[in-house]
């Protein structure tokens, strides 16, 4: 229990013992630890199924990676609920970098909450779907690190009868990716799996910054779309060419500047100089792993919480 206690803490994450028991909150739910040395009894808590799945599947990943190998209770087989198939409904090219993908299934309506994004699921040639096993634990056929599986941000979501919804995303073109071959090649009514949603929701605070590479662009302008009307704040992104530069909504105390690649700014310098308050804020940055690790090291020699910003890595180098 010490050992689940010291990482948690090492995490960030709510841990706090209630009698034998040690509780640990996690965006996906609860885990509650409860052992007497010879053995350990952990039970996992959601608000729903998905949730629930994509805790279980996450806490067996970090176990085994420490060479630890939980015995769960007998579940049904099939497939898990933190999966859909959807069939492909659309997909254009909104400009000389971004594509345009619409997919409808019977019950994407789930991701309407829960968090902005979602994972595109693609497997080796030939394989079938994943399936839970008789311990509810996802099996990924040919095995979890033979499957490509890329997040990607939910544009809009339209419920439809009962809970099946239409889900509209961007896609950005770039050499040899997987998905980009996809996108060139689907079909319409091709079917696709995706598991989530997964992440966070559009932030809170007075003053909300923005720094986007053209990787994430595309979540930019789902925060942007969120956001109450009142927000204050600044947008800066990054697009390969000045064609790819789109009309978004956002509030009007918003400023939002578009940068083409090759002006000589880099999404770095543009987080660096941006005129950031010194209280109820909130930063934004998104872009390749080296320029997340160099943002998030000078926000916090500035003195930001870890509340205050999230600076994530969308690709690598």
């Known amino acids: 229990m010490d050992g689940f206690e010291a990482t948690a803490n090492t995490l960030g994450l709510m841990a706090e013992r209630q009698g034998d028991t040690l509780r640990v909150s996690l965006r996906l739910g ?5 052992g007497d040395g010879a053995r350990t009894r952990i039970s996992i808590a959601s608000e729903t199924a998905a949730q629930l799945q994509s805790l279980r599947d996450l806490l067996a990943l970090r176990l085994s990676q420490r060479g630890l190998h939980l015995a769960w209770q007998e579940h049904a087989k099939g497939r898990p609920a933190n999966m859909s198939l959807a069939r492909v409904e659309g997909i254009e090219r909104i400009s000389p970098s971004y594509m345009r993908v619409t997919i409808t299934g019977p019950d994407l309506g789930r991701f309407a909450r829960g968090g902005m994004h ?5 497997g080796p040639e030939g394989a079938g779907w ?3 096993d008789a311990g509810g634990l996802t099996q990924w056929p040919g095995g979890v690190e033979a499957w490509h599986r890329p997040v990607y941000t939910t544009r809009q979501i339209d419920r439809m009868e009962g809970d099946a919804a239409r889900i509209v995303f961007d896609v950005f073109l770039h050499e040899s990716g997987r998905v980009t071959e996809w996108i060139l090649t689907a079909g319409i009514g091709e079917e696709i799996a995706l598991t989530g949603p997964v992440g966070s929701d559009p932030p809170s605070a007075g003053w909300i910054g923005i720094v986007a590479d053209e990787t994430a662009v595309p979540v930019a302008v789902r925060i942007l779309s969120e956001v109450p009307a009142s927000q204050r704040g ?3 992104l990054f697009v390969p060419e000045a064609d790819d530069i789109q009309e978004i909504a956002h509030p009007e ?8 690649r090759g002006a000589g700014v880099s999404p770095v310098t543009a987080c660096r100089t941006l005129p950031i308050p010194r209280d109820d804020r909130f930063l934004f940055f998104a872009a390749e792993r080296a320029e997340a690790v160099s943002v ?3 926000l916090s020699e500035l003195g930001f919480s870890r509340k205050e910003f999230q600076a994530a ?3 690598t180098r």
């Not at 609860?30 to 409860?34: E, I, Q």
Request: glycine residues 4%; charged residues 25%.
């Open 296 to 298: 998030r090291e000078t």
């Open 313 to 315: 890595a969308y690709w």
């Open 130 to 132: 994943p399936e839970l």
């Open 30 to 34: 609860t885990v509650d630890v409860a």
């Open 253 to 260: 105390g918003f400023d939002v500047d578009w940068v083409v």
């Open 234 to 236: 600044r947008a800066v």
């Open 118 to 122: 979602f994972r595109l699921l693609f």
